[in-house]
């Protein structure tokens, strides 16, 4: 298993907005990760690298890989066609990588392989915590119109009921050690 630096929710929360911010997306608009994806490659700070679905890079289960070493995001072109033809799981594929690429790039995070680590320690958690704060910001998940919120933020109904459930859950904790 894989450890790497702490990251709380609310930093995680931060990181988001901050990036949000830098492409001047407001929190009530969707996040087009595809075109901030495109944006970085263009600046030439981010490696992206289409493979065909059946090349054996990434294996059958692997969709989008970030290789720190040579800083590219791999993506299988089936995800790429998924954000074109409007199924927006691929979209959390996306942001999901983009914040690995954050750990590695920006932050110079280390990554140690481990026996034990904390669940904040786990680089998996916080890119899928980054994802969803990116593209479906806490503030909306007031909203209960599941519809709605997945079409307007262009995310799955599995991430806005996620999301969701976290929600609640972490409000309910906090209540309890109040």
Same mark, same amino acid.
């Given at each position: ?5 702490? =990251? ?15 492409? #001047? ?10 075109? $901030? =994806? ?15 679905? #059946? ?10 890989? $970030?290789?720190?070493?040579? #800083?590219?995001?791999? =993506? ?11 199924? $927006? ?22 990554? $140690? ?66």
């Amino acid at each position: 298993m894989i450890k790497t630096s702490p =990251l709380s929710v609310k930093t995680i929360e931060k990181i988001a907005k901050e990036v949000r911010e830098s492409f #001047n997306i407001k929190l009530d608009e969707a996040f087009p990760i595809l075109d $901030y =994806l495109n944006h970085l490659f263009y600046k030439g700070e981010l490696g992206i690298q289409i493979i065909d679905d #059946n090349d054996h890079y990434l294996d059958k289960k692997t969709v989008a890989l $970030y290789n720190a070493s040579d #800083n590219f995001i791999y =993506l299988k072109e089936s995800v790429i066609e998924e954000v074109d033809n409007g199924i $927006y799981r691929s979209n959390f594929t996306l942001a999901h990588e983009l914040f690995h690429y954050i750990q590695a790039q920006i932050f110079k995070f280390d990554f $140690y392989e481990v026996e034990t680590r904390k669940a904040y320690e786990d680089p998996e958690w916080q890119a899928n915590e980054f994802a969803g704060e990116l593209l479906l910001p806490k503030a909306f998940l007031v909203d209960d119109d599941i519809d709605f919120l997945a079409s307007h933020f262009k995310v799955s109904k599995e991430c806005v009921l996620t999301r969701k459930v976290k929600k609640k859950r972490r409000e309910e904790k906090n209540s309890n050690n109040d």
